[in-house]
Nanobody
């Protein structure tokens, strides 16, 4: 599956952005999806994920501010980011993990989209 992210950009502290990740080349409904981020000089870290059945999980640092969702009809996963802080500045990556089937466990990554939170 190929993943293409969009929606990043420059936003002031307290602002909002919605990231999108559109998948092609696979059966989207059979993939667990996730958003990760990597800030300069830091390791890539999980931000949020959503299972095949739609169960979501977000890390504590963004809980209550970031929300992940998916639209299987559009082959797209979203990350709604509210109340953004300068420390949210990073490259955000979309991740897919294949569910039951021949490719079980296979992972793919998008190219990343830059989010910069600054006044």
């Amino acid at each position: 599956v190929q993943l293409v992210e969009s929606g990043g950009g420059l936003v002031e502290p307290g602002g909002s952005l919605r990231l999108s990740c559109t998948a092609s080349g696979g059966i989207f409904s059979n993939y667990a999806m996730g958003w990760y981020r990597q800030a300069p000089g830091r390791q890539r870290e999980l931000v949020a994920r959503i299972s095949i059945s739609g169960i979501t999980n977000t890390v504590d640092s963004v809980k209550g501010r970031f929300f992940i969702s998916r639209d299987n009809a559009k082959n797209t996963v979203y990350l709604q980011m509210n109340s953004l802080k300068p420390e949210d500045t990073a490259v955000y990556y979309c991740n897919s993990r294949e569910g039951p089937g021949n490719g079980y466990g296979n992972e793919n990554w998008g190219q990343g989209t830059q989010v910069t939170v600054s006044s």
